[in-house]
């Protein structure tokens, strides 16, 4: 199949589903999905050069949650930092139920990425896991990808601010496992833990969740 043929049967494919936006950003989910493979099987060869005495000594299982945690870390930093300009663009600003930019596609399709290899990773190891965090990462994976149909691209990034409370979840995760339980620092990630948490998901989040509610009446 020709390049321009593929292209075109792409863009009417994802435009039967109702996602016409996706046929400009499938490849940016798959390389995303990819990237988070690529950090999981990094981290099990830096971590333990990094870590000898912790890393080594954990059991199989904990050992995988420590590479899930380090994807984790990357992705949430990621969208956070990548997040911010949206709010800001005038497309969005514009209309922000039907709204669309290129770039907001691209960050949420960082973030399918790593959801629909969240989902995959869970579906893999639920023995391990089980069923619940399989089922997290495919309902925020089928949230995000609504954003190619397109909608609410600007909200969109709200939510993705959810994350910001992730990377100290994460550290409070990575102290434990290097008995640091009982230090300063651990405690001082703990108090950031919780004021990210209370702020970011539940004041910036259920205000931000009325605006969404207020629009789309």
């Not at 333990?48 to 945690?69: E, M, Q």
């Not at 911010?84 to 209309?95: R, V």
Request: glycine share 6%; with cysteine; proline share 4%.
């Amino acid at each position: 199949m020709e390049p321009a043929s593929s292209e075109a049967f792409l863009e009417s494919f994802f435009k039967a589903i109702s996602l016409p936006k996706l046929a400009y950003h499938w490849h940016v989910i798959l390389l995303s999905s990819l990237g988070c493979a690529a950090t999981l099987i990094s981290s099990r060869f830096v971590s333990p050069k990094l870590f000898p005495k912790t890393y080594n000594n954990l059991p199989r299982i904990k050992r995988l949650s420590w590479d899930i945690h380090c994807v984790s870390m990357v992705h949430c930093l990621a969208v956070v930092f990548l997040s911010f300009p949206i709010f800001y663009q005038e497309e969005l600003q514009n209309d922000k139920i039907f709204g669309y930019t290129a770039y907001a596609g691209n960050v949420y399709s960082i973030a399918c990425g790593y959801f629909l290899w969240d989902a995959l990773t869970s579906f893999y190891y639920v023995k391990e896991f089980g069923f619940g965090f399989a089922l997290h990462g495919l309902c925020c994976f089928s949230v995000f990808i609504f954003a190619f149909r397109p909608f609410l691209n600007y909200y969109g990034s709200v939510f993705l601010m959810y994350e910001i409370s992730t990377p100290f979840l994460n550290m409070h995760w990575f102290m434990d496992k290097l008995g640091m339980s009982e230090t300063l620092l651990h405690k001082i990630n703990g108090v950031c833990l919780l004021a990210s948490f209370f702020f970011a998901r539940i004041v910036f989040g259920f205000y931000m969740s009325y605006q969404v509610f207020r629009e789309i009446r």
